[in-house]
């Protein structure tokens, strides 16, 4: 199963990808936590992305592009995957269609996780106080949601009309259990 998951930062899309995932046994692939593992390293792209990310920017489309083609091309994902944080900006979703093309690999599903900006925005402030995550203050709360406004929803308009019998939106507002039900609900019927 081939899945990919778009929302806004806070929509909860991650906590559902992990659920998903673990329950389908397909690989949970997050660019932000694939991301955050490299901030450990030390080096100089380390040094590099911590500043990028921590502004709540985006990081490079040419960086990203690489790091899920080498995903997607790895052993991990042989049963499937869950691509949750990526295609963000259009030149990565150019990019990532081609690709799929290329190899002749079909998607199967795309959820777009809908919730309004003011719920977001508390839960990532939330969030933030819990997991003590460098790039969710209050002043950059605003610059990523943004940068999902104007990168990342054009793209998922886009996967929305041209994957029309496999796209659903979903209502993020609602509990998780709830959401995990739709979820899995739709990944079992298929069809819309
Ligand atoms: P996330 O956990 O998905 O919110 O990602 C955390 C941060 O990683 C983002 O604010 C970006 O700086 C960076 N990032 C994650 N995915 C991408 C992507 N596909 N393109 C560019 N930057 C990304």
Redesign the pocket.
């Known amino acids: 199963m081939k899945i990919v998951f778009f929302g806004p ?1 806070g929509s909860g899309k ?1 906590t559902q990808a992990k659920l998903i995932a673990a329950q389908f046994k397909i690989e949970h692939l ?4 694939i ?2 593992g490299k901030l450990k390293d030390g080096d100089s792209l380390s040094k590099k992305l911590k500043e ?2 921590s502004s ?6 040419k960086l ?1 592009n690489q790091i899920v083609t080498e995903k997607l091309n790895s052993k991990e994902c042989v049963n499937g995957f869950i691509l ?6 259009t030149h ?1 979703s150019d990019f990532f269609l081609s690709f799929l093309d290329q190899k002749k690999i079909q998607l199967n599903y795309v959820f777009d996780f809908k919730i309004d900006l003011s719920l977001v925005k508390e839960r990532i402030l939330f969030r933030s106080q819990q997991e003590k995550r460098s ?1 969710d203050n209050l002043l950059i709360i605003k610059t ?1 949601i943004d ?1 999902y406004m104007n990168d990342t929803y054009p793209v998922s308009e886009y996967f929305g009309v041209k994957f029309k019998k496999k796209y659903f939106k979903i209502d993020a507002s609602q509990e998780i259990s709830k959401i995990q039900k739709e979820l899995i609900k739709t990944l079992k019927n298929g069809k819309k």
Do not use: A, E, F, H
Request: proline share 7%; charged share 30%.
């Open positions: 930062p991650g997050s660019t932000g936590d991301l955050r990028i990310m709540g920017n985006l990081v490079s489309d990203l949750d944080g990526y295609p963000r900006t990565q790039d990523r940068k």
